[in-house]
Structures are given as C-alpha cells and as structure tokens.
T-cell receptor, first 119, second 109 residues
Framework: EAGVAQSPRYKIIEKRQSVAFWCNPI?????LYWYQQILGQGPKLLIQ????????DSQLPKDRFSAERLKGVDSTLKIQPAKLEDSAVYLC?????????????????FGPGTRLTVL | GENVEQHPSTLSVQEGDSAVIKCTYS??????FPWYKQELGKRPQLIID?????GEKKDQRIAVTLNKTAKHFSLHITETQPEDSAVYFC????????FGKGTMLLVSP
C-alpha cells in the first residue's frame, strides 16, 4: 500500500514569513498526527485528528500554528509568522484505528517529513 | 502529561555484541510502548511494540521487555550488525504518544 505522503520535502523561509505543509495519510486511516522533530530530539506531538475532528492539540502553539483536516483525509499545517526556533522536521503520521483503541491499530506510520529552515 | 526518559543517548558496540536501550515513563495509564528506528534523514519506522498486558515480546534479534510496576521498558538487540546503526526512539502513551529523546546506536564492524 502507498505510504504517508508529505510535501514539500524542504522549505527555507525568512523569519516572520508564513509556510504551509501538506500531508496525505494512508488511505482509510482514521487518525492523523503532526509532529515537530527538532534536531537531536524525539518527535513531539503538535496535533492529533480523528477523522476531521481534533483529539489533542494541547502542545500546538496556537498563536502561530494552525492545522486542519478537511473531509477527514488530507491535512495542512500552517505557521504564521515563523520564528527561528520553528526550524525542525515536521512529520505527519497516520494510524488505522481510533484514538484510545488498545488494538494493534495504535501503530503509527510516518511520512518522510518536511525539513523547515527559518533564517 | 506523560514524560519519557531514554538512556543512553549514544551507544557504541562491536558487531556481534548485544545492545540495550532503556526507557522510563511517568503515566501509569500508558498502555502502548513502541520502538522506532530512524536512519539519518529518513522517517521513523516501527521495529517492535509491546502492550501493557504483555511482559516481553521478541522478533528475531530484537526483544522488548516491560515492567509496569517500575514503569520502565527496554529494547534488546542481539548479534548487532552495522546496518543496525541508527537512532532508536522509545515512546509511551494511550491514544497519543510521547517520545524519548533517542539513542544513537553505532555498530562498528
């Protein structure tokens, strides 16, 4: 099956500019995640969607970050305005099951990520 | 929220040796503990996972153990090979995952 797709793969912007990332999850996966991975650290969850509803956005800096998942499929993550500390890889992941399930559907499949550099 | 600590941050072994990476977690509600391998510039990939109703799981050269009482779990890789060199992340959670900071494993031929 096709994996999680993300675009663009790389993006370089000036601070205070805006940027948007796109994610297409594996077909049929109900849950979609956006993670921020700063160099040398583990992925940090920004937001989790179940279908087109938000399950958890407690770590999303809502003054500058926004995300949506229209129609419960593709998702976009936007940063406006960007700061230097936003430089990171933004990973999208999807899983087949619903939030809170204890079945094997908890497995998350990651996309290749978008490497953002803010100058 | 959940807090996951991972040790060591780097681990160097000779080919054929065993490698052990340890993680602790704070939230007793966590019931899912996956391990991901991330090669340089690539996406994290699941290599093994364990659930709270199981104490140990093995898949060929890789095994994971879980001690729920002590809130710690470990990854064991036996007969290491150079292609095992990568960064390994543990994670813990229920419906969302909290990741550790990673362990860079270097396997020398």
């Amino acid at each position: 099956e096709a994996g999680v797709a993300q675009s663009p793969r790389y993006k370089i912007i000036e601070k205070r500019q805006s940027v948007a990332f796109w994610c297409n999850p594996i077909s049929g996966h109900a849950t979609l995640y956006w993670y921020q991975q700063i160099l040398g650290q583990g992925p940090k969850l920004l937001i989790q969607f179940q279908n087109n509803g938000v399950v958890d956005d407690s770590q999303l800096p809502k003054d500058r970050f926004s995300a949506e998942r229209l129609k419960g499929v593709d998702s976009t993550l936007k940063i406006q305005p960007a700061k230097l500390e936003d430089s990171a890889v933004y990973l999208c992941a999807s899983s087949p099951g619903l939030a809170g399930e204890t079945s094997s559907y908890n497995e998350q499949f990651f996309g290749p990520g978008t490497r953002l550099t803010v100058l | 929220g959940e807090n996951v600590e991972q040790h060591p941050s780097t681990l160097s072994v000779q080919e054929g040796d065993s490698a052990v990476i340890k993680c602790t977690y704070s939230d007793s509600a966590s019931n899912y503990f996956p391990w991901y391998k991330q090669e340089l510039g690539k996406r994290p990939q699941l290599i093994i996972d364990i659930r709270s109703n199981v104490g140990e799981k093995k898949d060929q050269r890789i095994a994971v153990t879980l001690n729920k009482t002590a809130k710690h779990f470990s990854l064991h890789i036996t007969e290491t090979q150079p292609e095992d060199s990568a960064v390994y992340f543990c994670a813990a959670g229920y419906s969302t995952l909290t990741f550790g900071k990673g362990t860079m494993l270097l396997v020398s031929p």
